[in-house]
């Protein structure tokens, strides 16, 4: 299983309630109502949305920008995740976190449901394809790989057949980190990525997301 970046999710909540206040705040601008009173002070809406915008707002107008040109692009190169490429990931997840029971505890902790999650795992592997397919590993590097550190994996070292997938495996996962914020402005340029709200122009490259699972 792959180790699975929780900030995309983490990211994903914090923009729905950045998403929620924000349609709140369009159509009711002149109420304001409070949140909460902290002794004879109140917290409105727009206090903590605009509060929530200058902390998260970037962060996660870019997280939006990057799970579309995604979609996108994936859309336009034709590829997708399967059902059963999904099960396996969350299966595997679920098996490291322990019962069914601390899996769920742990979504809630997270604040999503597990339908929630397969749809950000949709994201996270569709673009593990993109990369893969834009920066994919050769044999050659595969082989070179095993020449150079064949000696620190025993005596005497497996056969290259048989580590052959993990090598590519970890070399892929390598390749999609070192090149991920290239590609991503390469495919914000493509589908020409315009920015309105000027508190948000940052290139969608420096968003975290989508981290590897």
Same mark, same amino acid.
């Given at each position: ?49 605009? @509060? ?6 970037? =962060? ?11 979609? =996108? ?15 396996? #990931?969350?299966?595997?997840?679920? =098996? =490291? ?10 979504? +809630? ?59 590519? +495996?970890?070399?892929? #996962? ?10 991503? @402005? ?7 990525? #315009? ?6 122009? #940052?290139?969608?490259?420096?968003? +975290? ?5």
């Amino acid at each position: 299983m792959k180790k699975f970046d929780v900030s995309i999710l983490s990211a994903s909540i914090l923009l729905a309630g950045l998403v929620v206040l924000g349609v709140y705040q369009a159509g009711q601008k002149d109420l304001d109502p409070a949140v909460v009173k902290a002794g004879d002070t109140e917290i409105t809406q727009y206090q903590l949305y605009d @509060e929530m915008k200058n902390l998260y707002g970037k =962060q996660m107008a870019n997280e939006l920008v990057a799970q579309s040109l995604i979609k =996108q692009e994936a859309k336009q190169q034709n590829i997708s995740v399967s059902k059963e490429d999904i099960d396996k #990931e969350v299966n595997a997840m679920k =098996q =490291q976190i322990g019962s069914d029971q601390a899996f769920q505890e742990y979504l +809630s902790g997270m604040g999503m449901d597990e339908k929630t999650l397969r749809s950000k795992m949709e994201v996270l592997l569709t673009r593990d394809k993109l990369l893969d397919k834009a920066f994919p590993v050769t044999d050659e590097q595969i082989q070179q790989y095993y020449e150079a550190n064949k000696a620190q994996m025993g005596s005497p070292a497996p056969a290259l057949d048989k580590v052959h997938d993990q090598i590519k +495996s970890m070399l892929s #996962e390598n390749n999609r980190s070192e090149n991920y914020s290239k590609w991503m @402005e390469t495919i914000e340029k493509t589908h020409k990525v #315009e920015w309105y709200d000027p508190s948000f122009v #940052e290139n969608a490259a420096d968003a +975290s997301v989508p981290a590897t699972p």
